[in-house]
Nanobody
Framework: QVQLVESGGGLVQAGGSLRLSCVAF????????VGWFRQPPGKDREFVAG????????YYADSVKGRFTISRATTKNTVGLQMNNLKPEDTAVYYC????????????????WGQGTQVTVSS
């Protein structure tokens, strides 16, 4: 069993930056792909970014390309999401999740999820 814990959310003005972290506890087998998702108020959960176990593959939703960067610590049990030039439409609860499927963006492929961290961007 694995537990994923997100941190780093908060309130920031448009144009600002935040860095989210996702730490895995328990069975931290390093071959998992980790993804970040978000759920804006009143909307469905959507894919944001993903990274494979080695860090060689990173992929992003079009809405965040060039602004967000996903990375993996050398210990492999921590994944970060650097978010720059934040916009009000980035306001959401952000979740990290993990899967054995390489390069997937579909939430149903991810079996373990964190509790989420709130990101609010004011205009």
């Amino acid at each position: 069993q694995v537990q994923l814990v997100e941190s780093g959310g908060g309130l920031v003005q448009a144009g600002g930056s935040l860095r989210l972290s996702c730490v895995a506890f328990g069975r931290t087998q390093s071959t998992y792909t980790v993804g970040w998702f978000r759920q804006p108020p009143g909307k469905d959960r959507e894919f944001v970014a993903g990274i494979n176990w080695s860090g060689e593959l990173t992929y992003y939703a079009d809405s965040v390309k060039g602004r967000f960067t996903i990375s993996r610590a050398t210990t492999k049990n921590t994944v970060g999401l650097q978010m720059n030039n934040l916009k009000p439409e980035d306001t959401a609860v952000y979740y990290c999740a993990r899967t054995l499927k390489y390069g997937t963006i579909w939430a149903e492929d991810f079996g373990s999820w964190g509790q989420g961290t709130q990101v609010t961007v004011s205009s």
